[in-house]
C-alpha cells in the first residue's frame, strides 16, 4: 500500500497515530454517551469513562486510544472544560516521534483545504473506500493539552500529509488539577490554518491520548462538550 494511502487511511480515522488504526469493544456506558472506542496495533489502550455533563475521563499508564463520535454542525464554537492531573512530561508535537499527548481534541471537516492536491483527493477516495460506510474527513484541526508550548500555531499535523493542523491550547507544563474552559471558533481556526474562505460543515469528533514514548502516568477529564454559535 503507497505511504499516503496508508496514512491517510489510518489518520483520518484517528488523530496523530504512530500505528494501524483498530476498532476495539466500546463498553456500554460509552456507547449509550454515543461514542465508538478505538486503538492502534501494539499499543495497549487507555481507559475512557464516560461522565455526567458530556464529560469523559481518561487513564492510564504508557497507553494511547481514542474515542470519537459523528456530527453535522456548521458555522459553530466548540466549548469544553478540561482538567489534567497526571500526564506526560513536554515533548515536542511537530515532528513524529516520541510526541505524547495527554489530550487531543480533533475536529473532523467534511471539506477539503483549498491548496489540496488531486493525488490527495484521490488517495483519500482509496482510503475512503477501504473505510466503508465511515465517512472520513477531509480536514483536520487538533487542539491538544500537551507539548512544549513553542511549536509553531497553528503546525502541520506530521502524520497527516497536509490535510491537518494542531493548535497546542495548553502546554505539558500547564499547571494540573486545575479546570480549564475553552472555546474555539472552529471557523476561524479553519480559515487561518487552511488560508480558504468556505469554511466546511464538522463532520466529527474525535478525543484520544497518546503517553505511549514517555510511560507517563495519565489521568485527564473532559467536560461540558458542545457545539453551540459563537
Given amino acids: 500500500m503507497p505511504p499516503l494511502l496508508r496514512a491517510l487511511c489510518v489518520l483520518l480515522l484517528a488523530p496523530l497515530l ?3 488504526a483498530e476498532r476495539l469493544p466500546t463498553p456500554d456506558p460509552l456507547r449509550a454517551a454515543g461514542w465508538q472506542k478505538g486503538g492502534w496495533a501494539g499499543i495497549k489502550p487507555a481507559t475512557f469513562e464516560a461522565l455526567p455533563d458530556a464529560g469523559l475521563r481518561i487513564s492510564g499508564q504508557g497507553e494511547g486510544s481514542f474515542v470519537w463520535r459523528t456530527v453535522s454542525k456548521a458555522d459553530a464554537c ?6 489534567v492531573d497526571q500526564g506526560p512530561p513536554p515533548t515536542r508535537l511537530d515532528r513524529k516521534g516520541g510526541d505524547d499527548r495527554a489530550i487531543a481534541i480533533t475536529v473532523g471537516f467534511d471539506g477539503w483545504p483549498p491548496d489540496a492536491s488531486f493525488f490527495q483527493k484521490a488517495q483519500h477516495t482509496m482510503a475512503q473506500a477501504m473505510a466503508g460506510d465511515h465517512r472520513l ?16 500555531r497553528p503546525f502541520a499535523n506530521p502524520y497527516v500529509a497536509g490535510l491537518g493542523k494542531v493548535y497546542v491550547l495548553r502546554a505539558a507544563s500547564t499547571p494540573r488539577q486545575q ?22 460543515p464538522v463532520l466529527e469528533i474525535m478525543i484520544g491520548t497518546d503517553v505511549d514514548d514517555t510511560n507517563a502516568r495519565l489521568d485527564a477529564r473532559i467536560e461540558r462538550l458542545r457545539f453551540a454559535p459563537c
Fill in 78 to 83: 466548540l466549548y469544553w472544560r478540561w482538567r
Fill in 137 to 152: 474527513p477531509r480536514s483536520m484541526l487538533v487542539y491538544v493539552w500537551g507539548g512544549t508550548g513553542q511549536e509553531p
Fill in 179 to 200: 479546570w480549564f474552559e475553552e472555546r474555539i471558533d472552529l471557523g476561524r481556526d479553519w480559515r487561518a490554518a487552511f488560508k480558504g474562505a468556505g469554511v466546511p
Fill in 18 to 20: 504512530g500505528a494501524p
